[in-house]
């Protein structure tokens, strides 16, 4: 157990809809990052918050938002869902911002289906 | 130049062989190398890594070899077991977010 926590584990729903995944960091961690995972496209970097400041960005579309919370937990937003969002989405948090052996700790996962 | 390659995509070993995975980088900045270990339903879980000025790290049985000079990087699991049989992904880093191999499925055969 990484001390990593994400809620749902599963969600089904719709092409349209929004949903929210949320997750908690580890205890002591200011750094949230999240991550989309599928088959086509591997395990991908989406964004990362430090702190509750926003502190990189990768490939999210403007379709996802996230936010990290005074208590650290984070949100991922989805919203005008599509076929293709259909995927694992991981969070993981680590002590600091940056690089220099900053190891990330993964939470379980939410696996969303898009129908 | 964010890519990060990894071969071979699956592998197969025999209960006790040597396991070697080979991940290979483009960006010269990266400058934090982790491996995770993945199995099915689960979240990544980091089991070693390498910072660039170290050409190689032992944690029991998993090893991980950097030749800097040629941008790559191996994951050497001794002794394999069948509970090793999992989806390996190399990772590298030098802004905090991490950019991951492709994976490589491995099977250890009792």
């Known amino acids: 157990d990484s001390g990593v926590t994400q809620t749902p584990k599963h969600l089904i729903t719709a092409t349209g809809q929004r949903v929210t995944l949320r997750c908690s960091p580890r205890?002591?961690?200011?750094?949230v990052y999240w991550y989309q995972q599928s088959l086509d496209q591997g395990l991908q970097f989406l964004i990362q918050?430090?702190?509750?400041?926003?502190?990189a960005k990768g490939n999210i579309l403007e379709r996802f938002s996230a936010q990290q919370f005074p208590d650290l937990h984070s949100e991922l937003n989805l919203s005008s869902l599509e076929l293709g969002d259909s995927a694992l989405y991981f969070c993981?948090?680590?002590?600091?911002?940056?690089?220099?052996?900053?190891?990330?700790?993964f939470g379980p996962g939410t696996r969303l289906t898009v129908l | 130049q964010q890519q990060v390659k990894q071969s071979p995509q699956s592998l197969i070993v025999q209960k006790g062989g040597i396991s070697i995975i080979n991940c290979a980088y483009e960006?010269?900045?990266?400058?934090?190398f982790p491996w995770y270990q993945q199995f099915p339903g689960k979240g990544p879980a980091l089991l070693i890594a390498?910072?660039?000025?170290?050409s190689e790290k032992k944690e029991g049985r998993f090893t991980i070899s950097f030749n800097k000079s040629a941008k790559q990087f191996s994951l050497h699991i001794m002794d394999s077991q069948p509970g090793d049989s999992a989806t390996y992904f190399c990772?590298?880093?030098?802004?905090?977010?991490?950019?991951f191999g492709q994976g490589t499925t491995l099977q250890v055969k009792p």
């Open positions: 990772a590298a880093s030098n802004t905090g977010k991490l950019i």
């Open positions: 993981a948090s680590s002590k600091r911002a940056g690089a220099v052996y900053n190891e990330q700790f």
């Open positions: 960006n010269t900045a990266f400058d934090y």
């Open positions: 390498i910072r660039p000025d170290v």
């Open positions: 918050y430090y702190n509750g400041e926003e502190r």
């Open positions: 205890s002591g961690d200011l750094s």
